[in-house]
Protein backbone atom coordinates (compact mmCIF):
# COMPACT_ATOMS: atom_id res chain seq x y z
CA UNK A 1 0.00 0.00 0.00
CA UNK A 2 1.69 3.53 -0.90
CA UNK A 3 2.63 5.78 1.98
CA UNK A 4 -0.08 8.42 2.26
CA UNK A 5 1.87 12.00 1.52
CA UNK A 6 1.54 14.19 3.84
CA UNK A 7 1.41 18.66 3.70
CA UNK A 8 5.18 20.21 4.06
CA UNK A 9 5.99 21.06 7.04
CA UNK A 10 5.29 24.19 8.38
CA UNK A 11 2.35 24.42 5.62
CA UNK A 12 -0.94 23.65 7.50
CA UNK A 13 -4.26 23.11 6.03
CA UNK A 14 -7.57 24.99 7.25
CA UNK A 15 -9.89 22.44 7.57
CA UNK A 16 -13.93 22.81 7.98
CA UNK A 17 -13.79 22.97 11.75
CA UNK A 18 -11.80 26.17 11.77
CA UNK A 19 -12.89 28.07 8.61
CA UNK A 20 -15.63 29.63 10.00
CA UNK A 21 -13.55 31.22 12.25
CA UNK A 22 -11.28 32.46 9.75
CA UNK A 23 -14.09 33.74 7.72
CA UNK A 24 -15.64 35.81 10.42
CA UNK A 25 -11.99 37.49 11.01
CA UNK A 26 -11.19 37.98 7.45
CA UNK A 27 -15.04 39.73 7.04
CA UNK A 28 -14.95 42.05 10.01
CA UNK A 29 -11.43 42.97 8.31
CA UNK A 30 -12.79 43.19 4.95
CA UNK A 31 -15.76 45.57 6.40
CA UNK A 32 -13.90 47.60 8.50
CA UNK A 33 -11.22 48.60 5.78
CA UNK A 34 -14.46 49.18 3.46
CA UNK A 35 -15.86 51.75 6.33
CA UNK A 36 -12.34 53.86 5.70
CA UNK A 37 -12.33 54.23 1.96
CA UNK A 38 -9.48 51.26 1.42
CA UNK A 39 -9.55 49.45 -1.97
CA UNK A 40 -8.52 45.58 -2.24
CA UNK A 41 -5.57 45.01 -4.91
CA UNK A 42 -4.67 41.74 -5.53
CA UNK A 43 -0.84 40.68 -6.49
CA UNK A 44 0.95 37.56 -7.75
CA UNK A 45 2.20 34.89 -4.94
CA UNK A 46 5.58 34.91 -6.83
CA UNK A 47 7.76 37.81 -7.62
CA UNK A 48 11.24 38.59 -9.22
CA UNK A 49 13.44 38.20 -6.78
CA UNK A 50 15.54 41.31 -7.15
CA UNK A 51 12.25 43.02 -6.12
CA UNK A 52 12.43 41.43 -2.79
CA UNK A 53 16.62 42.22 -2.36
CA UNK A 54 15.87 46.02 -3.40
CA UNK A 55 12.74 46.30 -1.02
CA UNK A 56 13.44 44.21 2.07
CA UNK A 57 17.59 44.79 2.07
CA UNK A 58 19.95 41.94 1.24
CA UNK A 59 21.52 41.86 4.79
CA UNK A 60 18.19 41.16 6.16
CA UNK A 61 17.16 37.75 7.27
CA UNK A 62 14.36 37.48 5.14
CA UNK A 63 16.25 37.81 2.18
CA UNK A 64 19.58 36.22 3.29
CA UNK A 65 18.12 33.49 4.75
CA UNK A 66 14.03 33.02 4.43
CA UNK A 67 13.01 33.23 1.08
CA UNK A 68 12.03 30.66 -1.38
CA UNK A 69 14.13 31.14 -4.47
CA UNK A 70 12.34 29.69 -7.55
CA UNK A 71 14.87 28.39 -10.36
CA UNK A 72 16.08 30.96 -12.52
CA UNK A 73 13.92 31.17 -15.87
CA UNK A 74 13.60 33.02 -19.22
CA UNK A 75 10.55 34.69 -20.61
CA UNK A 76 8.98 33.56 -23.75
CA UNK A 77 9.86 36.78 -25.99
CA UNK A 78 13.97 35.34 -25.05
CA UNK A 79 14.75 38.24 -22.61
CA UNK A 80 17.36 37.36 -19.84
CA UNK A 81 17.00 35.08 -17.11
CA UNK A 82 15.56 36.24 -14.00
CA UNK A 83 15.14 34.68 -10.47
CA UNK A 84 11.79 34.03 -8.83
CA UNK A 85 10.59 34.18 -5.65
CA UNK A 86 7.59 33.36 -3.37
CA UNK A 87 6.45 36.45 -2.14
CA UNK A 88 7.98 36.75 1.71
CA UNK A 89 5.85 39.89 2.77
CA UNK A 90 3.23 41.93 0.26
CA UNK A 91 4.35 45.49 0.84
CA UNK A 92 7.13 44.93 -2.27
CA UNK A 93 5.01 43.78 -4.37
CA UNK A 94 1.91 46.47 -3.63
CA UNK A 95 4.25 49.23 -4.48
CA UNK A 96 5.92 47.19 -7.56
CA UNK A 97 1.67 46.75 -8.53
CA UNK A 98 1.35 50.58 -8.12
CA UNK A 99 4.53 51.94 -9.87
CA UNK A 100 3.67 49.39 -13.07
CA UNK A 101 0.24 50.25 -13.42
CA UNK A 102 0.32 54.04 -12.74
CA UNK A 103 -1.78 54.06 -9.39
CA UNK A 104 1.08 56.11 -7.11
CA UNK A 105 2.62 59.37 -8.38
CA UNK A 106 1.11 62.51 -8.03
CA UNK A 107 -2.06 60.94 -6.16
CA UNK A 108 -3.68 59.58 -2.70
CA UNK A 109 -4.33 56.03 -2.55
CA UNK A 110 -5.67 53.76 0.25
CA UNK A 111 -5.60 50.09 -0.75
CA UNK A 112 -5.28 46.27 1.30
CA UNK A 113 -4.43 42.85 0.04
CA UNK A 114 -4.66 38.88 2.01
CA UNK A 115 -3.09 35.96 1.18
CA UNK A 116 -0.28 33.55 1.55
CA UNK A 117 3.25 34.23 2.04
CA UNK A 118 6.51 32.06 2.04
CA UNK A 119 9.48 32.05 4.90
CA UNK A 120 11.88 29.00 4.73
CA UNK A 121 12.24 29.10 8.79
CA UNK A 122 11.95 26.57 11.60
CA UNK A 123 8.27 26.06 12.35
CA UNK A 124 6.91 27.16 15.50
CA UNK A 125 3.56 27.96 17.12
CA UNK A 126 2.61 31.13 15.85
CA UNK A 127 5.28 30.83 12.99
CA UNK A 128 4.83 28.86 9.68
CA UNK A 129 6.43 28.32 6.43
CA UNK A 130 3.69 29.48 4.75
CA UNK A 131 1.34 32.13 6.74
CA UNK A 132 -1.16 34.61 5.69
CA UNK A 133 -1.23 38.09 5.94
CA UNK A 134 -3.72 41.01 5.62
CA UNK A 135 -1.71 44.00 4.38
CA UNK A 136 -2.79 47.48 4.17
CA UNK A 137 -0.60 50.30 2.34
CA UNK A 138 -1.43 53.93 1.87
CA UNK A 139 0.47 56.35 -0.81
CA UNK A 140 0.37 60.00 -1.05
CA UNK A 141 0.14 60.81 2.43
CA UNK A 142 2.80 62.94 4.49
CA UNK A 143 1.81 63.87 7.43
CA UNK A 144 1.19 61.84 10.43
CA UNK A 145 -2.61 62.17 10.11
CA UNK A 146 -2.33 59.03 8.61
CA UNK A 147 -0.05 57.25 10.86
CA UNK A 148 -2.72 57.76 13.40
CA UNK A 149 -5.82 56.63 11.06
CA UNK A 150 -3.66 52.81 10.49
CA UNK A 151 -3.31 52.77 14.27
CA UNK A 152 -7.65 53.62 15.17
CA UNK A 153 -7.91 50.95 12.16
CA UNK A 154 -6.05 48.33 14.69
CA UNK A 155 -7.81 49.49 17.52
CA UNK A 156 -11.05 49.34 16.31
CA UNK A 157 -10.39 46.09 14.65
CA UNK A 158 -9.71 44.67 18.27
CA UNK A 159 -12.56 45.84 19.66
CA UNK A 160 -14.91 44.41 17.14
CA UNK A 161 -13.26 40.98 16.71
CA UNK A 162 -13.38 41.06 20.86
CA UNK A 163 -9.62 41.05 21.38
CA UNK A 164 -8.25 42.29 24.54
CA UNK A 165 -4.76 42.08 25.87
CA UNK A 166 -3.31 44.09 22.81
CA UNK A 167 -0.87 46.56 23.55
CA UNK A 168 0.63 49.19 20.68
CA UNK A 169 4.13 50.11 20.92
CA UNK A 170 5.52 52.50 19.20
CA UNK A 171 9.14 54.63 18.02
CA UNK A 172 10.03 56.92 15.35
CA UNK A 173 13.55 55.54 12.97
CA UNK A 174 13.78 59.19 11.94
CA UNK A 175 14.78 60.54 8.75
CA UNK A 176 17.03 58.31 6.29
CA UNK A 177 19.83 60.34 6.87
CA UNK A 178 19.40 60.87 10.75
CA UNK A 179 19.22 57.10 10.67
CA UNK A 180 22.98 56.80 8.72
CA UNK A 181 24.42 58.80 10.84
CA UNK A 182 22.81 57.36 14.15
CA UNK A 183 23.78 53.88 12.56
CA UNK A 184 27.74 55.18 12.22
CA UNK A 185 27.18 55.63 16.47
CA UNK A 186 26.35 52.31 16.68
CA UNK A 187 28.87 51.17 14.80
CA UNK A 188 31.46 52.76 17.07
CA UNK A 189 29.70 51.56 20.51
CA UNK A 190 29.09 47.86 19.49
CA UNK A 191 32.77 47.53 17.88
CA UNK A 192 33.86 48.97 21.45
CA UNK A 193 32.32 45.55 22.78
CA UNK A 194 32.58 43.12 20.32
CA UNK A 195 33.62 40.98 22.71
CA UNK A 196 30.00 40.73 24.11
CA UNK A 197 28.40 40.30 20.46
CA UNK A 198 26.93 36.86 19.70
CA UNK A 199 27.48 35.55 16.36
CA UNK A 200 24.30 36.92 14.96
CA UNK A 201 25.08 40.61 16.07
CA UNK A 202 28.61 40.10 14.91
CA UNK A 203 27.46 39.87 11.51
CA UNK A 204 25.19 42.65 11.01
CA UNK A 205 27.50 44.73 12.82
CA UNK A 206 28.47 46.39 9.43
CA UNK A 207 25.58 45.57 7.51
CA UNK A 208 22.84 46.41 9.64
CA UNK A 209 23.57 47.05 13.32
CA UNK A 210 20.02 48.71 13.91
CA UNK A 211 18.56 44.85 14.09
CA UNK A 212 21.30 44.15 16.81
CA UNK A 213 18.92 46.47 19.06
CA UNK A 214 15.92 43.75 18.71
CA UNK A 215 18.39 40.89 19.56
CA UNK A 216 16.36 38.79 22.27
CA UNK A 217 19.61 37.40 23.52
CA UNK A 218 19.08 37.83 27.20
CA UNK A 219 22.97 37.81 27.53
CA UNK A 220 23.22 40.96 25.42
CA UNK A 221 20.28 43.13 27.15
CA UNK A 222 22.66 45.06 29.33
CA UNK A 223 24.81 46.19 26.23
CA UNK A 224 21.42 46.83 24.22
CA UNK A 225 20.03 49.09 27.01
CA UNK A 226 23.22 51.38 27.25
CA UNK A 227 23.76 51.60 23.34
CA UNK A 228 22.91 54.97 22.31
CA UNK A 229 18.99 56.83 21.85
CA UNK A 230 17.48 57.01 18.79
CA UNK A 231 15.30 59.66 19.49
CA UNK A 232 18.07 61.70 20.95
CA UNK A 233 19.77 61.74 17.47
CA UNK A 234 16.22 62.22 15.77
CA UNK A 235 16.25 65.03 12.72
CA UNK A 236 13.69 67.72 14.12
CA UNK A 237 11.20 67.14 10.96
CA UNK A 238 11.19 63.71 12.56
CA UNK A 239 10.94 64.22 16.04
CA UNK A 240 7.86 67.22 15.08
CA UNK A 241 6.51 64.55 13.07
CA UNK A 242 6.41 61.79 16.19
CA UNK A 243 5.01 64.39 18.37
CA UNK A 244 2.48 65.37 16.38
CA UNK A 245 1.45 61.53 16.11
CA UNK A 246 1.41 60.94 19.81
CA UNK A 247 -0.84 63.94 20.42
CA UNK A 248 -3.58 62.56 17.54
CA UNK A 249 -3.19 59.26 19.29
CA UNK A 250 -4.16 61.08 23.04
CA UNK A 251 -6.72 62.72 21.28
CA UNK A 252 -8.56 59.82 20.36
CA UNK A 253 -7.97 58.01 23.46
CA UNK A 254 -5.54 55.11 22.35
CA UNK A 255 -2.71 53.98 24.77
CA UNK A 256 0.67 53.10 23.61
CA UNK A 257 4.44 52.80 25.12
CA UNK A 258 7.10 54.54 23.11
CA UNK A 259 10.03 51.41 22.90
CA UNK A 260 12.99 53.17 21.48
CA UNK A 261 14.57 49.81 21.20
CA UNK A 262 11.53 48.54 17.89
CA UNK A 263 13.05 48.92 14.61
CA UNK A 264 11.23 46.42 12.69
CA UNK A 265 13.37 43.86 10.20
CA UNK A 266 12.67 45.47 6.94
CA UNK A 267 15.00 48.39 5.57
CA UNK A 268 12.31 50.67 4.23
CA UNK A 269 11.04 51.44 7.06
CA UNK A 270 11.61 55.34 8.30
CA UNK A 271 10.24 57.35 11.12
CA UNK A 272 6.98 55.56 12.58
CA UNK A 273 7.04 52.09 13.47
CA UNK A 274 4.62 50.27 15.57
CA UNK A 275 3.44 47.41 16.84
CA UNK A 276 0.96 45.34 18.41
CA UNK A 277 1.52 42.90 20.86
CA UNK A 278 0.31 40.88 22.72
CA UNK A 279 1.82 38.93 26.00
CA UNK A 280 -0.50 35.36 25.55
CA UNK A 281 1.31 33.86 22.58
CA UNK A 282 4.96 33.51 24.23
CA UNK A 283 7.54 34.57 22.22
CA UNK A 284 5.25 35.42 18.76
CA UNK A 285 3.59 38.19 20.80
CA UNK A 286 3.27 40.88 17.85
CA UNK A 287 0.29 40.47 15.76
CA UNK A 288 0.44 43.54 13.35
CA UNK A 289 3.47 45.77 12.83
CA UNK A 290 3.98 48.57 10.17
CA UNK A 291 4.85 52.12 9.95
CA UNK A 292 6.76 54.70 7.49
CA UNK A 293 8.46 53.84 4.47
CA UNK A 294 8.58 57.39 2.53
CA UNK A 295 11.55 55.73 0.27
CA UNK A 296 10.59 52.93 -1.13
CA UNK A 297 8.70 53.89 -3.79
CA UNK A 298 11.62 55.66 -5.21
CA UNK A 299 13.70 52.77 -4.44
CA UNK A 300 11.94 50.32 -6.04
CA UNK A 301 11.76 52.74 -9.67
CA UNK A 302 8.85 55.13 -8.43
CA UNK A 303 8.82 58.82 -8.23
CA UNK A 304 9.59 60.01 -4.47
CA UNK A 305 6.07 58.73 -2.68
CA UNK A 306 5.40 59.18 1.08
CA UNK A 307 3.97 55.73 2.01
CA UNK A 308 2.56 54.30 5.06
CA UNK A 309 1.22 50.25 5.93
CA UNK A 310 1.21 47.74 8.47
CA UNK A 311 0.45 43.86 8.44
CA UNK A 312 -1.16 41.65 10.76
CA UNK A 313 -0.38 37.30 11.34
CA UNK A 314 -3.61 35.97 10.65
CA UNK A 315 -2.29 32.80 11.78
CA UNK A 316 -1.49 34.35 14.97
CA UNK A 317 -4.55 36.36 15.41
CA UNK A 318 -6.98 33.65 14.69
CA UNK A 319 -4.85 31.57 17.65
CA UNK A 320 -5.61 35.03 19.67
CA UNK A 321 -9.14 34.37 18.98
CA UNK A 322 -9.03 30.87 20.04
CA UNK A 323 -7.03 31.75 23.32
CA UNK A 324 -9.30 34.29 24.30
CA UNK A 325 -12.34 32.14 23.50
CA UNK A 326 -14.20 34.50 21.38
CA UNK A 327 -16.54 32.61 19.41
CA UNK A 328 -17.43 33.10 15.88
CA UNK A 329 -20.59 33.50 15.05
CA UNK A 330 -22.27 29.62 13.87
CA UNK A 331 -22.65 29.30 10.33
CA UNK A 332 -24.49 26.53 10.08
CA UNK A 333 -27.68 26.16 7.82
CA UNK A 334 -31.08 26.92 8.36
CA UNK A 335 -32.58 24.07 7.35
CA UNK A 336 -31.80 20.08 6.59
CA UNK A 337 -34.31 18.64 3.65
CA UNK A 338 -35.05 15.29 4.23
CA UNK A 339 -36.83 13.38 1.07
CA UNK A 340 -37.73 9.69 1.58
CA UNK A 341 -38.36 7.80 -1.48
CA UNK A 342 -37.86 8.40 -5.16
CA UNK A 343 -40.80 10.58 -5.42
CA UNK A 344 -40.06 12.88 -2.86
CA UNK A 345 -36.27 12.85 -3.70
CA UNK A 346 -37.07 14.10 -7.38
CA UNK A 347 -39.56 16.67 -6.37
CA UNK A 348 -37.48 17.62 -3.22
CA UNK A 349 -34.63 18.60 -5.51
CA UNK A 350 -36.89 20.91 -7.43
CA UNK A 351 -38.19 22.29 -4.46
CA UNK A 352 -34.90 23.37 -3.02
CA UNK A 353 -34.43 25.50 -6.24
CA UNK A 354 -37.69 27.34 -5.87
CA UNK A 355 -36.61 28.19 -2.33
CA UNK A 356 -33.42 29.50 -3.39
CA UNK A 357 -34.75 31.35 -5.80
CA UNK A 358 -37.21 33.21 -3.14
CA UNK A 359 -34.80 33.26 -0.29
CA UNK A 360 -31.64 34.60 -1.91
CA UNK A 361 -30.39 34.17 1.78
CA UNK A 362 -31.49 31.02 2.66
CA UNK A 363 -28.70 28.44 3.83
CA UNK A 364 -30.59 24.93 2.79
CA UNK A 365 -28.81 21.92 2.78
CA UNK A 366 -30.66 18.75 0.63
CA UNK A 367 -29.83 15.21 1.36
CA UNK A 368 -27.62 13.27 -1.22
CA UNK A 369 -26.54 10.23 -1.36
CA UNK A 370 -29.83 8.49 -0.55
CA UNK A 371 -30.52 6.96 2.54
CA UNK A 372 -33.25 5.83 5.01
CA UNK A 373 -35.54 7.98 7.04
CA UNK A 374 -33.29 6.97 10.04
CA UNK A 375 -30.24 7.63 8.32
CA UNK A 376 -31.28 11.49 6.72
CA UNK A 377 -32.53 12.58 10.07
CA UNK A 378 -28.98 11.54 11.57
CA UNK A 379 -27.48 13.83 9.10
CA UNK A 380 -30.16 16.45 9.59
CA UNK A 381 -29.11 16.78 13.28
CA UNK A 382 -24.95 16.66 12.68
CA UNK A 383 -25.43 19.29 9.78
CA UNK A 384 -26.60 21.96 12.43
CA UNK A 385 -29.88 22.94 10.55
CA UNK A 386 -32.13 24.90 13.15
CA UNK A 387 -35.18 22.85 11.38
CA UNK A 388 -34.98 19.54 8.88
CA UNK A 389 -38.16 19.54 5.75
CA UNK A 390 -39.49 16.63 5.85
CA UNK A 391 -41.04 15.31 1.98
CA UNK A 392 -42.12 11.95 1.86
CA UNK A 393 -44.98 10.15 -0.25
CA UNK A 394 -48.12 11.23 1.90
CA UNK A 395 -46.45 14.96 2.30
CA UNK A 396 -46.64 14.95 -1.88
CA UNK A 397 -50.14 13.37 -1.93
CA UNK A 398 -51.00 16.38 0.49
CA UNK A 399 -48.94 19.20 -1.11
CA UNK A 400 -47.64 19.78 2.32
CA UNK A 401 -44.01 19.25 4.03
CA UNK A 402 -43.41 18.78 7.58
CA UNK A 403 -41.31 20.89 9.56
CA UNK A 404 -39.51 19.63 12.46
CA UNK A 405 -37.56 22.05 14.99
CA UNK A 406 -33.81 20.52 15.50
CA UNK A 407 -32.73 22.50 17.95
CA UNK A 408 -35.10 23.72 19.93
CA UNK A 409 -38.44 22.25 22.14
CA UNK A 410 -40.82 23.34 19.67
CA UNK A 411 -43.50 20.92 18.49
CA UNK A 412 -43.40 19.66 14.43
CA UNK A 413 -45.87 20.81 12.27
CA UNK A 414 -47.42 20.53 8.60
CA UNK A 415 -47.62 23.38 6.56
CA UNK A 416 -48.76 23.58 2.76
CA UNK A 417 -46.09 24.04 0.22
CA UNK A 418 -47.24 27.44 -1.21
CA UNK A 419 -47.01 28.80 2.34
CA UNK A 420 -42.98 27.45 3.03
CA UNK A 421 -41.25 30.23 1.68
CA UNK A 422 -43.09 32.91 4.09
CA UNK A 423 -42.48 30.57 7.00
CA UNK A 424 -38.58 30.19 6.25
CA UNK A 425 -38.24 33.76 5.87
CA UNK A 426 -39.62 34.80 9.11
CA UNK A 427 -37.24 31.83 10.67
CA UNK A 428 -34.16 33.42 8.91
CA UNK A 429 -35.42 36.78 10.68
CA UNK A 430 -35.42 35.22 14.16
CA UNK A 431 -31.93 33.89 13.25
CA UNK A 432 -30.51 37.00 12.45
CA UNK A 433 -32.13 38.73 15.87
CA UNK A 434 -30.07 35.77 17.76
Not at 19 to 27: D, G, K, L, R, Y
Not at 82 to 97: I, Q
Not at 236 to 245: D, N, P, V, Y
Not at 398 to 410: C, D, F, M, Q
Amino acid sequence: MAKNIQSIRGMHDILPEAAPTWQFFESTVRNLLATYGYSEIRMPIVEQTDLFKRAVGEVTDIVEKEMYILESRRDTEGGEAFSMALRPEGTAGCVRAGIQAGLIFNQQQRLWYAGPMFRAERPQKGRYRQFHQIGVETFGIAGPDIDAELIAIGARLWKQLGLKNIHLELNSLGSLEARHAYRQLLVEYFSAHQDQLDEDSKRRLHTNPLRILDSKNPTMRELVAAAPNLHEHLDSESAEHFAQLQSMLDGMGISYRINPRLVRGLDYYSRTVFEWVTDELGSQGTVCAGGRYDGLVEQLGGRPTPACGFAMGVERLILLLETQAVQAPANNPDVFLVMAGDAAAKAGLSLAEQLRDALPDLRLVSNCGGGNFKTQMKRADKSGAAVALILGENELERAEITLKPLRSEGEQINLPLCELAAHLSQLIEKTKQH
